[in-house]
């Protein structure tokens, strides 16, 4: 009777242990995927806004030039680059319609990724881990798709 009440007490007591790390861990696990944002740029204060405007909250453009070709077969596009060349933004008929956000941490894994660009978070449309995080439709945005390194905004028109 003794060794059966050792045992019960073993497996209650392993039961227990396992339980506990078990939550620390995914405790920890969600704290590393939603920690708090802070906010690379603040699309809200870029999308759709002329060269100007932009200007407001990036400063004047280092270089720009005039592209032809995709994405803009059709129009004649400029594209503006900002903060030492980290942001490039091509305007569409004088709107921000393109934006590259380069030499970003590694938002695959987040969950709250769209916080780091000034939006509100949603689940995104797709996403695999450790190489892209991608959402459709958001706030007047057609795409905002997250890489390991970069990451790349086209607007709707």
Known sequence: MNKLR???????????LVTSCGGKSSEANKEKTTQKASV???LTQIVNK?????????????????IKGYPCENENCKKAFYKSEKIEII?????ANR???NETPD?????????????????PTFKNAGNVIRWEKVDGIAEISCFTDYILIDVIK
């Open 99 to 101: 934006i590259t956000i």
């Open 91 to 95: 305007f569409k008929e004088g709107k």
């Open 50 to 66: 002329t060269e100007k405007e932009v200007e407001k909250t990036l400063d004047k453009a280092e270089k720009s030039e005039i």
């Open 40 to 42: 690379i740029l603040d």
């Open 107 to 123: 938002l695959t894994e987040k969950e709250n990724a769209l916080e780091f660009l000034g939006l509100k978070n949603q689940k």
């Open 6 to 16: 050792t045992v019960i007490i073993l497996l209650l007591f392993g039961q227990l």
